[in-house]
């Protein structure tokens, strides 16, 4: 038996007990005719102590170990002299009678503590001793907690977890595809999925009404602080529902995880529709821990001959509650904030509530008190306030002004993690026109179906078509998002026919799913969660990479396996991939 306690489980109880632990050297401490070593493992540190007047012989063993050396050692628990309380094991320590090394170490890249001196990069690549330290061991067991009850609540409502293939063919979750040579089969090619969406919704026509699974999906996208090439869902879908049974059902493995795991019980789950989340906030993503919500200003700014305002389709403000005080210097880096070309907007407009209750804008010149005045009623702002304004085409004016209330809310603290404020999305518009490529998209997917009252619009006017789309938002991150999909096969023809796919196309990619759709499909609808995404929020940050056992960095790169990496001229061979250079 190489233990008998873990590092982390003796207590004042255990006094005068002979035990066996096993773990690796933390720290070594030589006091005169004692060393203390700090024994670690993944459930916390043991004290162990040698002393050398007792037992040379072992003392001098212990003193040839290094940080990270991983042992054996046998002994008595005793009272340790001077107590550590804020340590779970500070009460005892070992007094060693036998030390085994069971293999020695390097001197680790960095240190194995919470702060550590070790660079991104550097714990990258040594990634596996990185995950010795306790906040990324801590993010880990975070994680499998959220999938240990994600799995309870959906057994608990008949869901069956399935497992689907990884090797297929593309799926549209509007990324690239990772793709697989075969072998077998010289010039064709698998496609990771991008999600299992067509294998749920076949799923749903084999009558597995409720399916679940906690599921790897290969996106091959420009990567950011919150995406990775393969990243987890829940995935799930329903058969008999309507967006409603959807709704209820989610929103209780929500708030049941977050009960369970975190102990915290969610306020309500407001809704909106996407047409009022981009007015009221130019985001499909709300942050609602707050308010500062957008007016629409065109009205009281135009027409008064100052040019930004009258050029624009759209003016809106939003009101700062408490920031009348901004100096100069803020409001220039506000400014800035707004033209760096990642936002564009032309300029800013701002107007205090002074504490006199007299108004001070940058628009004097254009607008006396009286107009400012008005502007401050129908933005709801009072002495101390201040108002800030953009101008210019309604899409971009919105994107800009999303930025602005974000960054204000930053600067005003609230955006605060420990404030939950979930939020549905609905009413998703089903097409996206690209200008580029002159054609429509699918917003969510191409499977997903367009509210019932709008299918006759889908042939007069598609751009008005709503979709039974739905997201599901928490302070500004999309954890969610699925719909209720097309189950008759004529209307998904149609919908391909509309995304630009040609009869021979769609039978080609999706013959498999419309030949389904001729034996018996039920009405369905399902949606995935972001589990990467869910475990950064319940950790409370937005790096998924820290919630992930071995993570890819910004370029994609597996820094600690080396990979992408090339092959060698037989496998290519054998895939029929080899260039031939001639
Ligand atoms: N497959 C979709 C996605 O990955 C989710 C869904 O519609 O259920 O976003």
Redesign the pocket.
């Known amino acids: 038996m190489y233990r008998t306690h873990t590092c982390g489980e003796l207590r004042i109880e255990n006094i005068g007990e002979n035990v066996t632990l096993a773990g690796w050297v933390q720290r070594v401490r030589n006091i005169g005719g004692m060393i203390f070593i700090d024994l670690r493992d993944r459930y916390g540190i043991t004290q162990l102590g040698f002393n050398m007047e007792l037992d040379a012989q072992i003392g001098e063993k212990a003193r040839k170990l290094g940080r990270e050396f991983v042992v054996q050692v046998s002994g008595e628990v005793i009272e340790r002299e001077s107590k550590n309380m804020q340590m779970e094991t500070g009460e005892i320590e070992l007094k060693v009678l036998a030390l085994d090394i069971l293999n020695a170490s390097s001197v680790p890249p960095f240190t194995v503590d919470d702060e550590t001196d070790g660079g991104e990069e550097i714990r990258m690549k040594y990634r596996y001793i990185d995950l010795r330290r306790n906040p990324l061991r801590k993010n880990l067991e975070l994680r499998h907690k959220l999938a240990i009850e994600t799995r309870k609540y959906m057994d608990g409502l008949n869901f069956m977890e399935i497992e689907t293939p990884y090797l297929i063919k593309s799926?549209p979750?509007g990324a690239r595809d990772f793709v697989v040579p075969s072998r077998m089969n010289e010039g064709q090619f698998y496609a990771l999925p991008?999600?299992?969406?067509t294998f749920?919704q076949l799923l749903m026509i084999s009558g597995y009404d409720r399916y679940f699974q906690i599921v790897r999906?290969f996106r091959d996208e420009d990567l950011r602080a919150d995406r990775q090439p393969e990243f987890t869902?829940i995935?799930?879908?329903m058969a008999f529902v309507e967006q409603e049974d959807i709704l209820k059902t989610f929103e209780g493995l929500i708030r049941h995880l977050f009960e369970s795991v975190k102990g915290v019980q969610l306020p309500e789950f407001k809704r909106m529709t996407y047409a009022d989340a981009m007015a009221m906030y130019g985001s499909d993503k709300p942050d609602l821990r707050f308010g500062m919500e957008f007016v629409e200003m065109n009205e009281l700014t135009q027409n008064k001959g100052f040019k930004l305002f009258d050029d624009a389709e759209l003016v809106l403000g939003i009101c700062a509650k408490g920031a009348g005080e901004y100096s100069r210097k803020q409001l220039d880096a506000l400014t800035d904030f707004v033209k760096r070309p990642q936002i564009g907007a032309q300029g800013l407009i701002y107007c205090k509530v002074n504490e006199d209750g007299s108004f001070k804008s940058s628009v004097d010149k254009f607008f006396d008190q009286d107009k400012l005045a008005d502007w401050a009623k129908s933005c709801d702002a009072s002495t101390g306030d201040l108002i800030l304004l953009l101008a210019g085409n309604t899409a971009k004016v919105r994107k800009q002004m999303n930025e602005l209330r974000l960054e204000m809310g930053s600067q005003l603290g609230l955006r605060k993690g420990v404030d939950y404020k979930p939020l549905w999305v609905l009413d998703f518009p089903l097409l996206e026109w690209d200008e580029q490529t002159d054609r429509f998209y699918a917003m969510?997917?191409p499977?997903?179906a367009p509210k019932s009252e709008h299918i006759e619009m889908l042939s007069i006017d598609p751009k008005k078509v709503n979709a039974n789309?739905y997201d599901l938002v928490i302070n500004g991150v999309e954890l969610?998002?699925?719909?209720i999909r097309i189950h008759d096969r004529d209307l998904q023809a149609k919908m391909f026919n509309i995304l630009g796919f040609s009869d021979e196309e769609a039978e080609n990619q999706f013959g498999f799913l419309m030949g389904a759709f001729k034996y018996g499909a039920p009405p369905h609808g399902?949606?995935?969660f972001g589990f990467d995404r869910l475990a950064a929020m319940f950790g409370g940050t937005d790096s998924i990479r820290d919630y992930i056992a071995f993570p890819k960095n910004n370029s994609g790169r597996d820094l600690m396996i080396d990979s992408p990496s090339v092959i060698s001229d037989e496998q290519l061979e054998e895939l029929n991939l080899k260039v031939e250079i001639k």
Do not use: L, N, R, V
């Open positions: 799926t979750e991008q999600s299992p969406q749920k999906c869902q995935d799930c879908e969510h997917h499977f997903t789309a969610g998002g699925g719909s399902g949606i995935a």
